[in-house]
């Protein structure tokens, strides 16, 4: 999806932003997919450190690119501040296997406050749309997830690694790969509604 996002930006008028900070959000993502994947064969440090950096420097970049959408970048130091926090806390966090408690509660909370800070930015600054509707939706019950899997993790300390089974762990990957899925096709469907606004002034 962030090859279709990336070319969408391409062929959509310079005024509509926001589709370039999604294709990184979404590629982001995938990479962080694909060293999550690779726990046992590469460096905990990229397997259980970098992947989650990136998956909420992925979070990060879908958030920067709504906030460009609607006009409203963010601030310059806020993928610094970012990373700032993220990395010594996940190297931290990465140096022994049985952290992952800890881990899963920061990402997990981090997570939640993005996409919380998310939905406010669509909510204040969206048109009430379908497109924005349907965004919101996939917001939201993405952030319950994350802040379920939180509830879960104190309430019933989880195993020692995210490919240890369980009803909570299913849900969060699930919901996780799906939500990234619907995140790039709401995308989609907000450049497409701020196009069709133009459209009648382009044809009278």
Known sequence: MALVLYAQSRTYPKSIQGLDQWAHGQLLAFFSTIL?????????????????????????????????????????????????????VMVVLSSRLDYYLYRVLFVCITLTAMLSLHVWVIWKHGARTFAARFVMIVLVLLAAVMAARVVVALLIPPGPSMFTPSPMQALYLASFSFGQLLLAIGGILLASARSWSFWPATTV
Not at 51 to 71: D, E, K, Q
């Open 36 to 88: 999550f994947g690779l726990q046992g064969t590469l460096h905990p440090i990229l397997t259980m450190g970098a992947s989650n950096v990136l998956l909420i420097l992925s979070a990060g970049f879908l958030l920067s690119g709504s906030c460009r959408h609607y006009g409203k970048p963010l601030p310059q130091w806020f993928f610094a501040a970012l990373l700032g926090l993220a990395v010594p």
